[in-house]
């Protein structure tokens, strides 16, 4: 196996075990496995998970009968909000066979089968032709990207020209001296969800776009917006993780639960010390 082929088995083993929990302990009714953003009005996660949807819509500007490529698109919550709310035509993306069959399964009980589809896909190797989509769409996905030139380029190539491209994530932070400890808390993100592996800035992450083709470059940090959100997370995961570990001791769990809670806990104080930040970059195809 090449280490290709290695990362993507590792998101796929990931996110194949997590997804009960996400669902029971994390995006209820939203259906979106994102922070979430905590604006001015919001009072819940699941409100939070949905007003993150509706920010980036706005931001991006979709309108009815867009289509939309959701790429890394978790069980599809974002490509079925925005055909129920906001009427686009949306193409759902992901590696992880689990939850693209509960995607499908939600689209068709919402009866959005028609304007939702949901594929098995590599968003670095884009099983599309080019200048078909009129947004594309990424949120909390890019973080497992193993090359950001890759992503970019291929994100460039299928949009229409005039096209847009969103996405929310998580970046290196500005902060320059990132401690051994920090260090050591973004590894644990890398081995058990295969985040972080080419981990930069939201600004690098500009200059790719740039380089890419793309123009009329957005940089919003919208860090503070998660950091509710990032806190519950630290909250839940505390109280998890030993669970998981005497689980996990008596082979009842897998292991890679043991390391999830380790690393939910750690996300709120990378934000807190600077060491990430998190940023939604906006741009446009000419
Ligand atoms: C944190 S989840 C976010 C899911 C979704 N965007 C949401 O907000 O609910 C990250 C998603 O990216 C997907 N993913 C990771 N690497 C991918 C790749 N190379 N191609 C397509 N999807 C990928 C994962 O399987 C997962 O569904």
Redesign the pocket.
């Known amino acids: 196996m090449n280490s290709e082929q290695e990362h ?1 088995t590792k ?2 083993e990931y ?1 194949t075990i997590a997804q009960p929990y996400y669902r029971f302990m994390w ?1 209820g009714k939203s ?4 922070y979430g953003l905590w604006t001015e009005n919001v009072t819940s996660r699941t409100s939070a998970i949905i007003k993150e949807n509706e920010i980036m819509a706005d931001l991006a500007g979709i309108k009815e009968n867009d289509l939309v490529l ?6 599809g ?2 490509g079925i909000w925005l055909a129920e709310k906001r009427k686009a035509n949306t193409v759902g ?4 066979d689990r ?1 693209l069959t509960r995607g499908r399964h939600l689209a068709e009980k919402e009866k959005l089968g028609q304007k939702v589809d949901l594929l098995k ?4 190797r884009l099983p599309f032709k080019d200048n078909m989509f009129d947004v594309f769409w ?4 890019i ?3 193993t090359n950001l030139e890759d992503f970019m380029k291929e994100a460039f190539r299928v949009l229409k020209p005039g096209g847009k491209i969103i996405i929310a994530a998580t970046f290196l932070g500005d902060k320059k001296d990132i401690s051994p400890e920090e260090k050591r808390q973004i590894d644990v993100g890398q081995s058990v969800a ?1 985040c972080f592996n080419d981990f930069r800035t939201a600004e690098a992450n500009v200059e790719i776009m740039k380089e890419a083709g793309f123009v009329n470059l957005q940089n919003l940090d919208r860090t503070e917006w998660v950091m509710k959100s990032s806190g519950q997370m630290t909250k839940m995961c505390r109280m998890g993780l030993p669970v998981a570990r005497v689980l996990s001791a008596l082979h009842a769990v897998s292991p890679i639960l043991v390391l999830n809670n380790q690393w939910g806990t750690y996300q709120e104080g990378l934000f807190k010390s600077g060491a990430t930040s998190y940023n939604i970059l906006l741009a446009v195809k000419p």
């Not at 990424?138 to 996905?141: G, K, P, R």
């Open positions: 993507r998101i796929q996110y995006h259906l979106g496995l994102h959701d790429a890394g698109c978790g069980i919550g974002s993306l992901n590696i992880v939850q896909g590599d968003y670095q990424s949120l909390e996905s973080e497992h990207a295969g």
